[in-house]
């Protein structure tokens, strides 16, 4: 199957189509004997990357982001020579310290760094802590953004280059959530993740500033299943953790967490 019959294959809009041939020229590059990695994607973007993977017939890759449990990575394509264990990830880590006393958030050192110019497919994870931060990205870069990144939102910054082996990324902080439901459609399990109405979750979902698994759904009666991960542009991510049957009133028991 050549390119552009796999793009008609799996491609499902042109903003995806566009990213799947960015991917497949990298597959490409590593078939003529030559390393070759994306950029970092995000969770949606890794899953429309795999659905190109699988149907190419899964050539020889990697998934990395620098660290366990990163949410941002890129994929790595290796030549038929090259070991697994061989691949130098081209990946480093800056760390950012400030006086503790200043609370900065993630949206403060994302906005810094794009603030310098640099592209959001050369950062993956910001990992904030109390008076530290982690920030992932590619080893090119990470130059530019020690000399330039000097403060993020009213703090001033010292910023160092750190081995990945030194990161420490935050304890994740979690609410559980234990709530019935009429039925475990996508609106309703929203609205209990989320602690927001039913018909407001609706008008999200319509809108598409939802995501069932990290792919974009805009029906509200889809149906979530234990497991499944809800995203919200601006409200975050919850996880439907356990559904537990019925309660004496018919209803769907759930219990999901939410990501604070």
């Known amino acids: 199957m050549n390119k552009t019959e796999l793009l008609n294959k799996v491609a499902q809009t042109a903003d995806e189509r566009q990213l799947l041939a960015r991917v497949w020229d990298k597959a490409e ?7 070759a990695w994306t950029p970092f994607l995000s969770q949606s ?19 990395t982001g620098g660290f366990d449990d990163a949410e941002r990575k890129l994929c790595a394509f290796l ?8 691949f130098e990830s081209p990946l480093t880590a800056l760390r950012c310290r400030w006086q503790s006393g200043e609370k900065l958030s993630h949206r403060d050192f994302l906005g810094a760094i794009l603030g310098q110019g640099v592209d959001r ?4 994870d910001l990992l904030v802590g109390q008076g530290v931060c982690d920030i992932l990205v590619f080893r090119e870069i990470a130059p530019y953004l020690r000399q330039n990144l000097t403060e993020a939102g009213r703090a001033k910054l010292k910023v160092a280059e750190i081995d990945l082996s030194e990161i420490a990324p935050p304890e994740k ?13 996508l609106d309703a399990v929203m609205a209990a993740g989320f602690a927001i109405g039913r018909s407001k979750a609706a008008g999200l979902i319509s809108t598409g500033k939802v995501e069932l698994n990290h792919r974009p759904c ?17 409200l975050g991510k919850c996880v439907l ?14 219990v999901l967490e939410r990501y604070l």
Do not use: M
């Open 121 to 124: 497919e050369k950062v993956g």
């Open 173 to 185: 902080q979690v609410k559980v959530i234990h709530d019935t439901v009429s039925s475990p459609r």
């Open 79 to 86: 030549p038929d020579w090259q070991e697994e264990e061989a």
């Open 218 to 234: 805009v029906k509200p009666d889809r149906t979530v299943n234990e497991g499944d991960t809800l995203t919200c542009r601006g």
């Open 241 to 254: 953790k356990e559904v537990n049957g019925l309660s004496k009133k018919g209803r769907t028991i759930l």
């Open 45 to 63: 973007q890794q899953e429309t990357a795999n659905r190109l993977i699988a149907a190419a017939g899964y050539p020889r890759h990697l998934w």
């Open 29 to 35: 590059q590593a078939q003529r004997g030559v390393p």
